[in-house]
């Protein structure tokens, strides 16, 4: 996993229920998504396991030859 604590923030421009940040990683800008912590302190665990569906389902989807988006893991 990637530790994204001490990179750059830009201005956010993604839009969506769930909080998001942007930020610089290596010269790239980066989507970064985070639980809700309504759901999360209600345990909802589809929405807890959100992220690591997303990374899985894309690698998945790439491997069987779509294009999809490029998702990474952090903290």
């Known amino acids: 996993m990637i530790d994204f604590t001490n990179v750059s ?7 969506g229920s ?15 998504k985070f639980p809700d912590p309504v759901q999360d302190k209600n345990k909802n665990i589809s929405y807890i396991n959100n ?3 997303e990374y899985i389902g894309s690698n998945v989807f790439r491997i069987c030859g779509f294009k999809t988006q490029n998702t990474i893991l952090g903290t």
């Open 9 to 15: 923030e830009e201005l956010n421009s993604y839009k």
């Open 18 to 32: 769930e909080k998001k940040k942007t930020l610089l990683f290596n010269n790239k800008k980066h989507l970064v």
């Open 51 to 53: 992220a690591y569906s």
